[in-house]
């Protein structure tokens, strides 16, 4: 179990991490999400020992790793551009951590061999890392990283540089090969792509602006993002900027919103379906006057002659239904998710089922 | 990253300990409290005329040569042929003849009565020499082109190696011509080698000695000429210190600037085995191009050599005879062995000791903190020192250690070290962090990540460090000579005893002592590019 | 595979490493010529009791058996440190005055005399032979400098060119400066050489302070080649280099025509070249030797003074420096016969070039080369 416990960092005046605090359970794959440059490769080299935090602690399995050299660690770290050793064949770079175990020339062989077919790269021993492919380069320096049987390996964005659809092999192959090393205690993986995300991992942390913004299993992110940030990092693009009046009634370009029970005296207000950190009774007296967001789920919305008036500016085919990008006479854009197809330039009205209340 | 304190040390108690300490009390003892050297200097415009012709023929000389050497460094980097190393090998033997030998040599080709006249005058039905070039300021760009090919070739060809040509590659794709792609493209990734190289032969030819005092002649003078006439024949000391801490200044401000550029030029360059990059001349246009060149660089470096030993056969085997002959049974003879057996000797207790104490040195420099900025030009400092000076130095601080037979390789350590911190350097500041850092992961020590991943891929440049502190060793003279014990002479000491007394025997002594120098010096060279580990590793 | 690269090469790298240090260590010396190298750490210069070490120049040479003579008799072995060229050795002894690197200095000559006793390094030591010595090469009245070898710095010619072309060779150095020896001579700089500044001693010895300036500009009018060193005049200038030169005459020693046979493995019984040898067109050099002021063994160093003015010593100077014994009726080498002696070479008081010397150089170098 690797435990973090309030980490920061500060780069040049600025701080990059602001007290991160992260428990990866054993026999679990953790995904930290977030924009790049939003300080996540930091944690991983902070995890690694290759820099220090300015403050807080990372213990795994209750051990204060502060002062353990990184060669001691039994950590693994896959590194974005892989570095691979240029001087060395595919062979060599796998059996580098094992050499430096000294394990025998039988035991190395036998375990590269291994590694080398978990990677699915049987028979590309002697082959110069230089001359392989993108892809394969990747699942060499996965096999590198596995061989010396970690027990934490932590990958950053390994995935990076692939193109999607060989992505999305890997990804796949990557949750099964990692779930399948019994020595790895667990997984710490990092990128800045949601689907990648959501294949791999057991759990997502979501890091914006050197904090953690939600943590959770991807559903559980799905169904309630916990802020405006969290759902826009997770795909979701019907955001509006919110206001809770004196009386309870949410302002937001598309109209006016009151809790579910108002709206049941009063047919015509639109209902809001959930407000995270808000509860109806604060939101009903008006008491919380703070900006929120709305969010609004593309299959929340039905087209109809009544309701918002709107004009469809694009409508493509996607996975059995058809999404739509349609923009109201107030000029908000909304995408929504409906069964049949739009004519381009139809004029149509939005009914919305219910909107979330998130904190902005 | 942090720096790298304790590998410092080393370099630096070295430094301190040999360089520094005697220069200090020379200079002190030369001022002796009063600085009328330096107000001579300021008052008399001629030190001020020698000082820019040393700038202005070190920079026309210094550009010359990366004008002639870079196509051969782009031919050795990007193309396979057979003898490449032999090649190479060749091209650092002019860096190791003494200034004395090249001179005859230049002067049996270029003089009024020497081949190449003679030959247009039949030829042309010309009364007169039509070349008339030695005591000019040609014959000196001639000479230092002759003589720092090898560090461009080297210090350049070694970095271009290594350059991922994907790149040049993705600029052609991208719509650029040849032309555009090298200025735009490659010339940039190479730069830090570039600079590298051009630095170090800018402060040769700014420190020149020979070459300008013996086929510049006496009307053309450098700084360092100047020194040595004021220290030796004037025993102006006061003057000479002036002037030392002028070139000093000078050459201090020159590394640090450059030095400063060279570290701003510096990027993780992907770097790729040289097997795949490098590829045989194809088309007829290439094959023209890469023979033609290597044929002209022959033709350039190696006419001097090859009359020197053509020469040295003018009485068969007969000087070669005599060397072993201590007809006059003088005290002073060298059996010709022994002169080799010394140089050698000095020569491998130099390689340890630059090698060792330049790569020490240069990886505190890759860090770039503020004390690496000022100690990267400080490293350089003793190239840029008269060894006359430096040599009265050791007399005055050294004690009961000048006498000291290690003072030779010491000398020449100083003089290479600077070479070796030069042809690491870049090499050292492109190896991408993440490969160290990849394998302390997967549970390397910091010592051992050195042995697996820097040394291995540095190989090739500390080969080139390793050549280089060879040649200066093998062919130093102005230093050895002042501190070189009469019963250990290296081979340049013995070629000028017998170049010290007239007749023809004496010459052709020297001349087939020179040939033993270049076929030692070009064995070994070979035998140490061998060493290079593997031809499919860096 | 590349493992095994790696430490062959590594395994390579250290057996030279061991090769060459092995060489260079005396117990298994290979070779008969005793070398002594330490096996760790420096010499100490003190010398033990019985060792004598004596500064010099890098022309000095000597027979093997000669010196061998001297250790035995008097019971030392001798160290000859040579520090560079004669000038650059003198200054070497005179920096390290305070704590000296040796116990006797060998060749300073009359050009550098001044500047040795101004120095005040040299302790006064008169040998009981000294008596005998012309008193032309005694220099120095308190003796702490004795003359042990004298030659002379003149004008060679190359024979063969100026019968080629039926002129006589110059006789005087007025003739350098007449039309018909345009653009033949060559002469070294006085700054650097020193038979440079040998030969500017005798212009102005031949034409005095106030004139010699003239007959150089003249002689820079009529074409005269400069060059530092020489080794560059003497190999590559001259026509009888063979290596390019062609000039005619070259300012040169008195007996490098006989050593120009000496060392032509028989091959000349001729000299190549003459001498110019009219009135003032030569200058005498004049080599002296000198105890040390606080040598650690000035008995030693005594007796080698003693032992450089012995017929021994003197006999075997011509051969090993090409020069002449100072004791009168030393007994020369037969290939001395080729070698010439001006009649009255140029004559410069000691006392007139301590003054000037520096002051002459630099109004030469004004009038000839800038």
Sequence with gaps: MLKIINVTKTYAGAPLLRGISLTINDGEIMCLLGSSGGGKTTLLRIIAGLEPADAGEIFFDDQNMRDAPIHQRGFGLMFQDLALFPHKNVFENVAFGLRMQSASRAEIRARVNEMLELVGLAGFAARDVNNLSGGEQQRVALARSLAPRPRLLMLDEPLGALDRILREQLVADLR??????????????????????????????????????QIGAAAELYRAPASAFVARFLGMTNLFPARVCADGRVETELGTFVTASEAKQSPSELEIASAQSFDSASLRSGSHLAMTSALIRPDRVRVGASGVPARVEECTFRAGRYRARVVTDRGARLTIEIDRALAIDARVGLEIESVELLPA | MKTHRPALLLPLAFLAAFYVYPLAAILQTSFSGDTRGLAELCADAYYARVLAFTVFQAALSTLLTLVVALPAAYIFARYDFRGARVLRALTTLPFLM?????????????????????ALMQFLQLDQPPIQILNTLWVILLAHTFYNFTIVLRIVGGFWANLDPQVENAARVLGANRARTFLHVTLPLIAPAIVAAALLVFIFDFTSFGVVLILGGPRLATLEVEIYRQTVNLFNLPIAAALSLAQLVCTFALMYVYTRLQARLAQPLRLRPQAIVKRKPQRAREKIFVWGYLTAMLVFLMTPLVSVIAASFEDGSGYYAELFINRRGSIMFVPPMEAVRNSLFFAAITIVLAVGLGLLAAYALVSQSRAARILDPVFMLPLGTSAVTLGFGFILALGNLRASIWLVPIAHALIAFPFVVRSLLPMLRSIQPQLRQAAQILGASPARVWREIDLPIVARAVIVGAVFAFTVSMGEFGATALVARPE??????????????????????????????????????????????????? | MNKFYIVSALALIALALIGCAAAGTPTPAPTATPITMPTAGPKPTIPPPGELVVMTHDSFAASEGVIKAFETTANVKLKILKSGDAGAALNKAILAKSNPLADAFFGVDNTFLSRALNADIFEAYKPASASNLPAAFALDPDFKLTPTDYGDVCLNYDRAYFQKKTLAPPQTLDDLTKPQYKSLTVVENPATSSPGLAFLLATVGQFGKDKYLDFWKALRANDVLVTEGWEDAYYAKSSWGGKGGDRPIVVSYATSPAAEVFFSDGKLKEPPTGNVLGDGACFRQVEFVGVLKGAKNPDAARKFVDFMLSAKFQEDVPAQMFVYPVMPGTKLPAFFKFAESPKKPAVVSTADINANRDAWIKAWTDAVLR
């Design chain 1, 176 to 213: 099964a090969i990692l779930k399948r090393i019994g020595t790895l205690r667990a997984a710490l993986y990092v990128t800045h792509d949601q689907d990648e995300a959501f294949a791999i991992a057991d759990r997502i942390a979501i890091i914006h602006a050197g904090r953690i913004a």
């Design chain 2, 98 to 118: 003494p200034t004395i030998v090249v001179a005859t040599a230049f002067s049996a080709l270029f003089g009024p009565r020497g081949s190449v006249n003679l």
């Design chain 2, 488 to 538: 250990l002479p290296t081979i340049p000491l013995a070629i000028y005893r017998f170049l010290g007394q007239p007749g023809l025997v004496n010459f052709g002594q020297a001349l087939a002592l020179s040939t033993i120098l270049m076929v030692v010096s070009a064995a070994a060279i070979v035998a140490m590019e061998r060493l290079r580990v593997g031809e499919s590793e860096f």
